[in-house]
């Protein structure tokens, strides 16, 4: 068994070259830059780690690998063509470097470079990853729309935003999971313990994402701290803080999420955590990690070849055991 | 064999129906919209009558023909985006109906619908007609790229715009009528023979439609005369007409260009007929075709199950025989 560690080298070796073909250079400039922007690569290594669950690492895992890390980054480039977000990971995005008619088309040609890449692998489990492909593909869309829906409604509950930030972004890693499963020729069962370890696994990160932009450590989080919340983004926390606060809080927090003060962050932060936000948060981050360890231990494999996504999961939950 | 109003009505009665789930409501109502706005359906029908060239009309012709239509329509809306246009067919286009970041998506959305519907045919056959399919998308994206590549190029040569153009508008005909010819059961070199009849085909049409843009009557274009060189579009006629002209000529069509005074369409018109433009063009249109007409010649099935495509072609080129 490979650590993560270990598979995000081999898969680096494999990805980090030119896709695409050199003209029309500006298209394929594009779709190339992104993926030199990179990232941990979790996608893509988790197709390795759960095909390696259950087999040894077939050539196929490389493919779909790489179709994983295809369509995240057509993702990526379409939601910053609707954020208009300026940077990403400290560099420019893709459609302030190249203008947004250029990045919606290589946006385009990424998704259509993943297909090709999935098209690669053997035929006798092409249908079964295509079908998990698209599917996932569609729910990515359907979670962007409704993220965008969301900045317009009023209010919004915590199971819709759960809905919403599942397919924005678990079914992904879960989709990516099950792939690496298929590969590796588990059973139905299996293939719905891995999903489910991956969905849940996601939402608990997303949880923890939610958690760290309001009160991470700025020099850890590697990002502003408080951008959701002058951002007025509904996150985990302000939906839960909305709902349990008292007459007096909620009407200080609407009234704070109307304006730009200077210490908004620092008064928003405040009524947080007098509705103990943090702590609820904490505990939710918990569920759903432990809803995904369960998962993980019902699938019906030798528990040391487990050891690996166990310490995945708690690398990306920066947890200590 | 079957005419191409017969299996335009079957193609119909199949397609005509909702494609997509009822939430989120914005996204799929936008996706669904633009596929009541219509057409012609030249492409999907054209998959029907190629694959009734080598044989009876197998059902995974169906799902090829809806595929290549959402394929269509996912670069009808992403390159209404990218073009502001506010019109198609007389409809609002789907950015402007449902905003910009909606129509992204929904043309996201199209794009996996497409390879949903390829993922339902025969697996003997997945692997062929997702080659084909995936090389044919990416050239179309090429081609939209160049074609905004040469709005901002001071000069385009016929080779150039012959490229782009048959990327932009050829390519999925020709791919099209090859994937009917897959279903068929069609040898390589057939397939590559039908191939080369519908690109040629569709580089003859583009002839006709630069030419009808100039020179057509505005009661049975449907569309206002002129528009490309309103536009100072680089068509077929604008580059040949450059080519040829002589310094006068050359100097008044390039200040014309650079303004847009009233009677700027008649004078540019004019120009054009010194130029003999239009004659040169209907003879370039006639090449392709009975280049398109040879390759069809050349395909090795019974002349008598070639009629309905030999009038298809004179259909589309507006041809009396």
Redesign the interface.
């Known amino acids: 068994m490979h650590s993560f560690t270990e598979l995000s080298t081999s898969f680096e070796k494999d990805f980090n070259r030119r896709h695409f073909p050199e003209?029309?250079v500006?298209?394929y400039d594009a779709a190339q830059y992104i993926l030199r922007i990179g990232g941990k690569r979790v996608r893509p290594v988790s197709v390795l780690m759960t095909n390696e669950l259950f087999d040894e690492i077939h050539p196929d895992a490389y493919h779909v690998a790489t179709a994983i890390e295809f369509f995240h980054n057509f993702s990526l480039i379409?939601d910053d063509?609707?954020d208009k977000a300026p940077l990403r990971r400290g560099m420019e995005t893709v459609h302030m470097k190249y203008g947004?008619?250029?990045a919606?088309?290589a946006?385009?040609?990424m998704?259509?470079?993943a297909?090709?890449e999935i098209?690669k692998i053997d035929?006798s489990r092409?249908?079964a990853i295509?079908?998990l492909f698209?599917r996932t593909?569609?729910e990515v869309?359907?979670g962007?729309?409704?993220d965008?829906?969301f900045e317009k409604k009023d209010s919004v509950t915590i199971d819709e935003y759960l809905h919403m930030i599942s397919l924005k972004t678990s079914v992904l890693l879960a989709a990516s999971m099950q792939m690496g499963a298929i590969i590796g020729g588990a059973s139905q069962g299996n293939q719905h313990h891995i999903y489910e370890f991956g969905k849940n696994l996601g939402i608990a990160f997303q949880v923890q994402d939610d958690y760290l932009d309001a009160f991470g450590d700025p020099e850890k989080f590697g990002k502003q701290v408080g951008g959701d919340i002058l951002a007025n983004k509904k996150t985990f926390l302000l939906i839960h803080a909305i709902d349990v606060a008292n007459e007096k809080q909620k009407a200080d927090l609407l009234q704070l999420l109307s304006t730009n003060e200077e210490d908004k962050i620092a008064k928003v932060l405040a009524i947080f955590k007098e509705c103990k936000v943090d702590e609820w948060a904490e505990s939710l981050k918990e569920k759903y990690f432990l809803i995904a360890m369960k998962h993980l231990e019902d699938t019906a494999v030798m528990e040391s070849r487990k050891a690996e996504l166990r310490k995945l999961a708690q690398y990306l939950l920066q947890r200590e055991s």
Chains 1, 2 share one sequence.
């Open positions: 003209t029309p500006n298209l379409h063509i609707m947004d008619d250029t919606l088309l946006g385009d040609v998704l259509v470079a297909y090709e098209n035929f092409l249908h295509l079908t698209s593909a569609k869309c359907e962007q729309q409704l965008m829906d």
